[in-house]
C-alpha cells in the first residue's frame, strides 16, 4: 500500500545536525526537479524580501519563513515525519507508533512537498515554505513543474509498495503534481470526510464535508491501518479494511476504467 500525504503550513524548526544532503532523498528521479526548484526559491528569497513574500503568498508577520528558506542548504534537516506539525500529523501520531508501525509507514508514506515533490518520512530535510500553489518567476506553477517527472517516479514507488492499492489523501493543490493513469488509477483510492448531523425537528440527516477536522480524522486513519498492519491490495479490500477498523464509509466505484475510487468517511463527531 502507498499512501500519499499533503504535508502541512506548519513545521517544526530546522534541527541541530547536518545539513541537507539533496543526494540522500528518496525518489531519485526527483532530484533534476528538485534543485531548480531549490536553486531559484533560495536566489529569489536572498534577493528580495518583498517580492519573494509576494511570490510565496505570505503576510507581513510571515516574513520570517522568507529568511528559513535562505538558509536552506545550511540549515540542520530533520527526518521529514518530524518536520510536519499540522493536524494531519498530529493524529497520526509517528513518534509514538510502536516499531512495526513505524516500519510500515517508513514504506508506505510519501508526502508531497512545492519544494521537494514527494520524500518519505525518514528523508532528512531542513523546515521551508513553499507550497505547491506558488508560481515561481522562472519556473512557473510548481504543479505544473512536478507533472513530468512525477509521471515516471510515483508509478514505480507504487510498485515498490507492493504494486496493490495507492491511498491519495492529498489535497487538491497537490493532486495537480500528480494524477494516476490506467491500471493504476484502478486500484487508487480518494477520501473525504463528512460530517452527518440529524436535524432534532424533521429528523432528516444532513452531510457536510469538514475542513479542519477531515485533516484529523484522515491522520487517525493511516494511523489504524498502519497499526493493524492492513495490506489491502485494491480500493474495494480497503473498504472492507476500513468498516472493520470501525469506520462508517461509503464507495463510490468509478463509471469506467481508468478513474480512482472515491470513498467517503462518514463521522457523527469531529474532533
Given at each position: ?6 504535508p502541512?503550513e506548519?513545521?517544526?524548526?530546522s534541527?541541530r545536525?547536518?545539513p541537507l ?7 531519485p ?8 526548484v531549490?536553486d531559484?526559491?533560495v536566489e529569489l528569497?536572498?534577493a528580495d524580501?518583498?517580492?519573494a513574500r509576494?511570490?510565496l ?5 510571515l ?11 545550511t540549515?540542520?534537516?530533520?527526518p521529514?515525519?518530524e518536520?510536519?506539525t ?8 509517528l513518534?509514538?507508533?510502536?516499531s512495526?508501525?513505524?516500519r510500515?509507514?517508513a514504506k508506505?508514506l510519501?508526502?508531497?512537498s512545492?519544494l ?5 518520512i525518514?528523508d532528512r ?5 513553499c507550497?505547491m ?5 522562472g519556473l512557473?506553477?510548481l504543479?505544473?513543474?512536478?507533472r ?5 517516479v ?8 507492493g504494486?496493490g ?8 493543490a497537490?493532486?495537480?503534481a500528480?494524477k494516476?493513469k490506467?491500471e493504476?488509477?484502478g486500484?487508487?483510492a480518494?477520501?473525504?470526510v ?5 436535524d432534532?425537528v424533521?429528523g432528516?440527516e444532513?452531510?457536510s ?6 485533516k ?6 493511516v494511523?489504524?491501518l ?5 495490506r ?9 479494511t ?7 464509509v ?9 478513474r ?11 474532533h
Amino acid at each position: 500500500m502507498l499512501v500519499l500525504l499533503p504535508p502541512s503550513e506548519g513545521k517544526a524548526a530546522s534541527g541541530r545536525g547536518a545539513p541537507l544532503k539533496p543526494e540522500s532523498l528518496s525518489l531519485p528521479g526527483l532530484a533534476g526537479a528538485r534543485a531548480a526548484v531549490l536553486d531559484e526559491l533560495v536566489e529569489l528569497c536572498a534577493a528580495d524580501q518583498d517580492k519573494a513574500r509576494d511570490v510565496l503568498g505570505l503576510s507581513e508577520g510571515l516574513r520570517g519563513e522568507i529568511a528559513k528558506n535562505v538558509e536552506l542548504r545550511t540549515a540542520g534537516a530533520r527526518p521529514t515525519g518530524e518536520i510536519y506539525t499540522g493536524v494531519l500529523y498530529d493524529a497520526l501520531g509517528l513518534a509514538t507508533l510502536e516499531s512495526a508501525a513505524r516500519r510500515r509507514a517508513a514504506k508506505s508514506l510519501l508526502v508531497f512537498s512545492g519544494l521537494w515533490g514527494a520524500v518519505r518520512i525518514g528523508d532528512r530535510i531542513p523546515s521551508y515554505r513553499c507550497s505547491m500553489g506558488v508560481k515561481l518567476p522562472g519556473l512557473g506553477a510548481l504543479g505544473a513543474h512536478w507533472r513530468t517527472p512525477m509521471e515516471s517516479v510515483l508509478p514505480e514507488a507504487a510498485e515498490e509498495a507492493g504494486g496493490g492499492l495507492v491511498l491519495d489523501l492529498r489535497s487538491s493543490a497537490y493532486a495537480t503534481a500528480w494524477k494516476p493513469k490506467g491500471e493504476l488509477a484502478g486500484r487508487t483510492a480518494t477520501v473525504r470526510v463528512l460530517h452527518a448531523q440529524t436535524d432534532p425537528v424533521t429528523g432528516v440527516e444532513k452531510r457536510s464535508v469538514v475542513s479542519h477536522f477531515n485533516k484529523a480524522t484522515k491522520g487517525r486513519l493511516v494511523r489504524d491501518l498502519l497499526t493493524a498492519g492492513a495490506r489491502p491490495k485494491d480500493p474495494a479490500r480497503l473498504v472492507e479494511t476500513v468498516r472493520e477498523l470501525g469506520y462508517m464509509v461509503e464507495a463510490t466505484a468509478p463509471a469506467r476504467a481508468g478513474r480512482p475510487w472515491a470513498l467517503d468517511v462518514v463521522v457523527t463527531e469531529i474532533h
